[in-house]
Structures are given as C-alpha cells and as structure tokens.
C-alpha cells in the first residue's frame, strides 16, 4: 500500500483513489469486472448479435448451472477445503429424480415432493463429506475425490441412457418467462443477493471465514470448527443439487452424462474471482463475476466460431494470467 | 526422478557459487574431506567479528559486538533472551545482514555473508527444531545436498553409506545409529547427532550449536558433551549457546555475555565465576513505564495442584486470587507456555489438578473462553489473529454468539462496541476495517486484547505479552493490565522479561526445568534472585 502512496506522489488523484478503502480491498474483484466490460465492448465491436438484450440475458440463463455450483463451491473454498463431488451430486439428484418421475408416469403431483428429495440428498450427501473430512484430517480433496467415484458408481447403476418421462410442468423450470426474462434469470439473482447476505452477514459466514483464515484462531475463539466445515460442505451439496434439478428442466432428461466438467469450472470460476484457495479470504461479488466471465467467454468463443480446442487453451491461459496476477499482488499477504 | 532432480540441483548450486565466488570455491575444495589440516589451526583465530550492530525497525537488537572463535575452542554465548544471541547468530549464518562492522574469516574481510558462501566457509549451525527430513534415512540425510557421486553423476549410495559410517565412528555413535535407519525413528538425542554429523559431511570448522542441551533429556548430555570434545579436539571452533552455566563450567573455554545487543565482556572459563556471569546478565534500571502496584487481592480464582506434563512440567502448585498479578519465570524451555497453555485447556494434562472458581473442571478453549478465561498468546500471528481480516472481524470473533440476532451479525451491532474497544486501548489507527496484518506489532497485540477483553473475562494469562512490541505500546499495555487487575480480574504473565515481571508482578513463580524453582514477593524479589532459581545456579530449597 505504501509502495503506492509513494509512487504516485505527483499524481493526487491516483493516490486518493487508491487510498479509498473499497477500491483497495476490493481490486480484484473490481478488475474482473472491468475486464467483464472489456469483453463486453470487444463482443459488441466483432459482432452485431454479441450486445443484444436476448443474447444478454441468454448468458444470464446460461450461467446458472456454474453459478448455482460456484456458490456452493466457494463456501467450501473460503473453509480452506474443495468439493470435488460436485458434478456427480447434481448428476445423481438428476438421474435420481428422473427414475421416480417416469415411475410415476410423470405424475405433476411428484414435483415439489421430488424436489426436496433432491435437496434432502444434497444435504446428506453434504454431510457425509464433511463428516468424513472432519473425522480422517484427510485432505478434503481426496475425501471428495472418493466419494465423486462412488457417487459415479452409483450414477451408472442407476441408469447408463437418458430418462423419459419428465412432466411438461417441470419443464417450465427452465423456460418460464417474464417478458423476455426468464423466470430462473430473476430467482438466480435472488439466490446470489442471499449468497451475499450469507456470506457477509449471518454467523455461520463469519464462522466459514474465521475457519478457512486459521483453524487455530477459530477454535480459540470458541469456534466449533468441525460443525462449521461440515456445514460448508452440505451447502455445497445443496447447491449442486440444485443445480441438478435446473439441469433436468434444461434437458428434460435424466442425463447420465449431466453436468460432465463443471466442478473444475465452479472452482475456476472462484479462483478467477479471488476466492483464496487457502480459504478466509474473497467475496461472493468476485465469485459472481468469475462465473459470468466465464460464461461470457464460452458464449463469445461460439459466436467467433473459435475452434472448440483452440476455446480450451484460452481458458487455460485466461486461468493462469488471472490467478498469477492476484498471487503477485497478495504476496505479502500470503 | 527426484536424484537426477538432486543432481541438477547440485550442479547448478555449485555452479553459482564457482561463478559468483571463485576464491571461496576453491579454497572450499581444497579443505574439503581433509582433516589433517583443520588440526593446525589449533589455537588460532578462525572467525573474528568486529563491531556488529544491526537494527530491526528502530531497535538496537545489536550494537557494536565483537567476538572471536579459535579452532580447537568451545566458546560459550549467553545473555537473557532478546540479548541479541540468535541475531549474532544469524550475522554469521548468512541469514541477517549486518548494519555495521565486518567479520573476518582466515583473513578475509566480510562486509556480510550470502548463506550458501557461509556454509562454503565451513559455517555450520544446529538449531534446536532439527533441519532432518523424517522419512529419509540417516546417510540420505546426512549427505542431502552434497552426496558422494559415481563417474555417471548418481548418487553412490555404498559410498554413502561408508561415509556415514564413518562420521558416525568418529563421533561415537557408530553402535547406535544405523544408517539406513529412517531419521524419525531416532531418539532426539540421535537425531542431534545426525544433524551435527551432517555439519562434519560438509566439513564444517565453525559450528554453532543453538541450545543443544535444551531438547535433550538429562540423559543424554554426557554423549552431547563428548562429542562436542571430539569435535574440539579435531581442531573445530564451537560457538555453544546455553543458558545452564553448568554446562557452560563443564566444557567451555571462553565465554562471551551479551546484554541488550552489547558485549558485556569475554573471559576465560577458569578466571570467572557464575556470579560474574548472572551479575553481568543481568542488572537493568527499573523504568518508569510500570504503573504503581495499587491492585487489592481478593478470593482464590485458579487453584493448581500437583500440575504435571509429561517431559515438559512436574509438581506444579500455585494459586491465583481475584486482582492478583502472578508472574511466571524462567529460562526458555523451563516450561512458562505450557502452564499458561495448560490453564486455558490447550495442554494435555497427564496428572494433577486444575480448580476453577472452586470447581475441579478438564478445560477446553471453548469451555475457556466461555467461562472468562482467556490467554494472550505468545505466538500473534499463529494463535492471536487472522492478519488479512478486517480488526473488525477479529476482534469480533470470540463475541459473535453474543452479538448475533437471528443467527445474524448486523454492521450496526458490532461496529459500535469495536470502536469502543479500540478506543480504550488507543489503537492507532482507529479504523476497525483495516486488516490487522497493516498495524505494527504494538497495535497488533492491543487488538488481540480488545478481542478478549471484550469477553470480560475473570482470568487473563499473557504469555509474552510486549514481546515484539515498541516501548511506548508496552507501558500502556503495562497500564492496562494494572487496570483490569484493579477490577478483579486475575492475572498470570509468563515472560522472558525480567524487568516486566518485576516491574508488574505482585509474586513471582521461578521455574527451572519444569520444576518450581522457587517463589518471591514482590518486595524480595530482583533479577539477581530471578536468575539465580531459573538457572539453579545454587540449590535452594524449594517452599511450598
């Protein structure tokens, strides 16, 4: 901080706006943002269907599975942990509640009750990871990585084609619109308003932060910091249950290749949005736009018509630039 | 995979070393694996410092030392902790730069040290935490970075294996150690060894040994003190820290005392005495930086009996009464952290008992802080606060359950008593949203007392409590302790500081060796009768 106070001693303005509080401990985030709107204005310059409102809100839709399972993901990263489970929990809620619809001959009746089966999975599934994490002091990521693979097991007994037989009402998930937004568009903006609130107002976020900044501290602090993790984790169950269900109205078939990637996405998405992956440390906002840069990326590669490979390796580059550049900044810090 | 990584490791090191130090580089080789020479220089100079100083943020740590190292010489290092002992230390390690003065090594001058050219001139250091790798064998470890190689350039691993044999035998430790031996599987007194045979691998002449008697149990000091002479006798000079004169009349030559960063003077081992010795340690002003002791004692808070800890406190007893302020002293390791430790429950207790309020209660931290005992500790960084968290959130930590409102915490709710709190303390600055890794060490200590205070707690142990601090942050945390001493709260503060105890302590409790040395009021007590019981240095009987 200093060093920039100094540097820019001829330059008021510069420095009283570094000095600002929010602009200093917020950079980060505030620079995938401005990137995000650079994205935006290049888009709009390359084509002419890139800045349109239905293309627009299109994204927003299109950013709902990584959003729904970001959030999830990013309460386990700010504990210090990672799901790896993720894409298989949201597969095996989809294929699950795919088998009981068609059993029921896709009964409307079965929605509300198949949707908190779904969550309740969620939660257990949740639940056993923490648990499992609490208990051994394994490395979260290969607690997780094992039940990811038993998880696929499962997934693959269930079913190995996709599922028939989803009510028509339950399609309307996906396509209910106000106007020309989707109703799942205003909902998701509602569920990254309580991710906020969760994040910065409630106990149980300040308890996740506490945590993931120092075990130690925590539990010092009269913390109880196993109840803590394993809570994270059942939320990042929840949030790929969710995501699930959203992907089942989306395809309007149990997919038994559902989801297939999008835990390392989740992950990405929160990297690139400066959740510190040693946990206590980064912002839902940071997170919000990792997951819409993201998602502006794969749409803008397709309108370009950018080679699917070639879409991969800028990925991979936009990654490393994004995560090395926050590591630099931070090194004192860390 | 990992030997040819070695390898290029080691080939590349020792390149740079050749291109950035060519003399040294060759002088290196030349001595290298040859004893023979090491013997001539018996008696003579082979470091020589001269008029060190070295400044950390304002603070003399060291000013104007001198000190010299013969070969065929155990020269004895001591001084109270924060004398300045392991910033010397580090001076000739390479890993401190000095501000002034030069160090001299066989006849070349040294503005300073770059690590890797002190270890090429034969400067080698153990620490009391070894540099072993655990899951590597004794001759892995011995020759980490510099293993015997076959023509091809691969480890020559029945080389190896001789050699360590051999450093083994002349340290007479042969039947004990196998090489092949996995190093945790060693005791830590033969780990010691390994660690000093891994100093000879690299035919070190100067070795520093940092407190080497401090982790080993009594048991094992005669085989250290033999080896140390073995080492003497081929000529090494040893720079040997201890804060047991014992030790120091046992088997050192010389020996230097260092106070407050200067040479309080050097002297042959049979022309002083350790009178001499604690006198010239010792022996500061009383300042005025400690308020009057005008706090009323009242009824028994803490009551511990018969405290043990296995290997680290036996027979511990003592009590705490409302308002009271109870100093623990002692050298380092005598065993101040783990009592305080072991009040607030983050020690295993092995047998004794703790009472409470006057109740016999098995603490945990959470018991503790809930039942208003809270510990300050030592360690800021590791157990006192998330340095890249707001003072806000810190201080809030161990007061969210009392300042929730529908398992929410609401800005307004907490942002007031924050304030208030930093207030009262004078944190500079006063800003409850700035991490509290941006404040200095003073104002870092003042928020990790305004999180626990803000418990309102009835019993506060601070280990170390202005260690790392500047003098004016220390006479208001000195001022605050009183305060809260007044309002009935009882006090433990362990410390290293000789004149904080005395400066604040109503009584004074002397360890020595995990074992009650002694006890003092604060009208008998003084540095010279401090130092006297923690260094055993005569036998006193113990009251109680």
Redesign the interface.
């Known amino acids: 901080m200093t060093l920039f106070s100094k540097a820019n001693t001829n330059n008021v303005s510069l420095r009283s706006i570094w000095q600002s509080a929010f602009i200093r401990n917020n950079a980060p985030v505030l620079l995938i943002y401005i990137f995000i709107l650079f994205l935006v204005f290049i888009g709009s310059i390359y084509s002419d269907r890139f800045l349109t409102a239905s293309n627009m809100v299109n994204i927003l839709r299109q950013s709902i599975v990584l959003g729904l399972l970001a959030i999830g993901q990013t309460a386990v990263l700010l504990t210090g942990g990672m799901d790896i489970s993720q894409e298989m929990v949201a597969r095996l809620v989809g294929l699950t509640v795919a088998t009981i619809f068609a059993a029921f001959d896709s009964n409307p009746a079965m929605i509300l009750p198949l949707i908190l089966l779904g969550v309740v999975l969620g939660v257990f599934i949740g639940g056993l990871n923490g648990l499992l994490i609490t208990q051994t002091h394994a490395a979260p990521f290969i607690i997780t990585f094992g039940v990811a693979f038993i998880l696929r097991g499962l997934n693959l007994a269930i079913s190995s084609t996709p599922i028939r037989g989803i009510p028509s009402a339950y399609l309307e998930v996906y396509s209910a619109k106000i106007g020309i937004v989707p109703v799942n568009v205003i909902v998701m903006g509602l569920v990254w308003l309580l991710a906020w609130v969760f994040t910065t107002r409630t106990l149980l976020g300040r308890r996740i932060f506490a945590v993931g900044g120092s075990e130690r501290i925590a539990e010092l602090s009269a913390i109880r910091v196993k109840g803590t993790v394993v809570r994270a984790y059942i939320i990042s169950s929840i949030f790929a249950a969710l995501a699930g269900l959203f992907l089942l109205a989306r395809t309007g078939v149990g997919d038994p290749s559902a989801a297939e990637g999008m835990t390392f996405q989740a992950i990405v998405a929160s990297a690139i949005g400066a959740i510190s992956l040693y946990g206590g440390r980064g912002s839902i906002f940071g997170t919000l736009g990792g997951v819409i840069l993201l998602t502006l990326l794969g749409n803008f590669f397709n309108l370009m018509q950018v080679n699917i490979y070639f879409q991969q390796l800028l990925l991979g580059v936009i990654v490393l630039i994004a995560v090395a550049g926050y590591k630099s900044k931070r090194l004192g810090a860390l | 995979m990992v030997y040819v990584l070695t390898y290029f490791i080691l080939v590349s090191d020792e390149y740079w070393i050749k291109k950035n130090n060519p003399v040294i580089y060759n002088e290196n080789i030349m001595t290298s694996n040859k004893l023979t020479e090491v013997a001539n220089s018996h008696t003579e100079t082979i470091i020589s410092i001269k008029n060190i100083s070295k400044t950390f943020g304002g603070i003399n740590a060291l000013s104007d030392v001198s000190f010299s190292l013969r070969g065929g010489e155990v020269h004895a290092l001591v001084g109270e902790n924060g004398a300045g002992k392991s910033t010397l230390i580090k001076i000739i390690t390479g890993a401190y730069s000095s501000d002034q003065g030069f160090i001299n090594i066989n006849g070349i001058e040294y503005e300073n040290l770059h690590p890797a050219q002190a270890r090429h001139l034969g400067i080698s250091a153990v620490y009391q935490e070894f540099n072993l790798l655990p899951d590597m064998s004794v001759a892995e470890n011995i020759f980490l970075t510099n293993p015997p190689l076959s023509p091809l350039g691969l480890i020559n691993i029945r080389k190896r294996s001789e050699q360590t044999c051999q450093l083994l035998e002349r340290l007479g430790a042969h039947n004990n150690i196998d090489p092949k031996e996995f190093v945790k599987n060693l005791t830590v007194g033969e780990q010691q060894i390994v660690e000093i045979a891994k100093a000879l691998a690299i035919d070190a002449h100067i070795l520093i040994m940092d407190e080497p008697s401090a982790v080993l149990p009594s048991r094992d000091l005669d085989r250290l003190f033999d080896v140390v002479r073995v080492l003497r006798d081929e000529g090494r000079g040893i720079i040997y820290i201890s804060h047991r004169l014992n030790e120091i009349f046992e088997l050192a030559d010389r020996v230097t005392v260092l106070k407050d960063g200067k040479t309080m003077g050097t002297n042959n081992v049979s022309e002083t005495n350790r009178d001499d010795l604690v006198r010239l340690m010792v022996g500061r002003e009383l300042t005025e930086m400690y308020p009057p002791a005008d706090n009323a004692q009242g009824k028994t808070l803490v009551k511990v009996n018969d405290l043990c800890i296995e290997n680290v406190v036996y027979d511990i007893n003592f009590e705490l009464k409302e308002g009271e302020i109870l100093g623990l002293a002692g050298l380092g390791g005598c065993g101040r952290t783990s009592i305080a430790r072991a009040l607030v429950g983050?020690a295993d207790i092995d047998c004794g008992e703790i009472f409470y309020f006057g109740e016999k209660e098995k603490m945990t931290?959470?018991l503790a802080?809930?039942a208003g005992i809270v510990?300050i500790?030592e360690d800021r960084k590791?157990?006192?606060?998330?340095?890249?968290?707001s003072n806000r959130?810190n201080v809030?930590?161990?007061n969210?359950?009392r300042l929730?409102q529908w398992?929410?915490?609401?800005?307004k709710n907490e942002l007031a008593p924050v304030l208030k709190a930093m207030e009262e303390l004078k944190v500079r600055p006063q800003?409850p949203?700035?991490?509290s890794?941006?404040l200095s060490g003073g104002n870092q200590q003042k928020i990790v007392l305004a999180?626990w205070l803000m418990v309102q707690p009835k019993i506060v142990v601070f280990d170390e409590p202005t260690r790392g601090i500047d003098v004016g942050a220390k006479a208001e945390i000195y001022q605050l302790i009183r305060k809260i001493a007044k309002q009935g709260v009882g006090i433990i503060i362990a410390s290293s500081e000789l004149p904080e105890l005395l400066g604040m302590s109503d009584r004074i409790l002397v360890l020595h060796e995990g074992r009650m040395a002694g006890e003092l009021s604060r009208s008998e007590a003084d540095e010279e009768k401090i130092m006297r019981l923690a260094t055993a240095a005569d036998s006193v009987e113990i009251p109680n």
Do not use: N, R, Y
């Open positions: 983050l931290p959470a802080a809930q510990l500790p590791a157990h006192g606060l998330i340095l890249d968290q959130f809030t930590l161990p969210l359950s929730e398992k929410m915490i609401f800005k800003t949203e700035l991490d890794g941006s999180k």
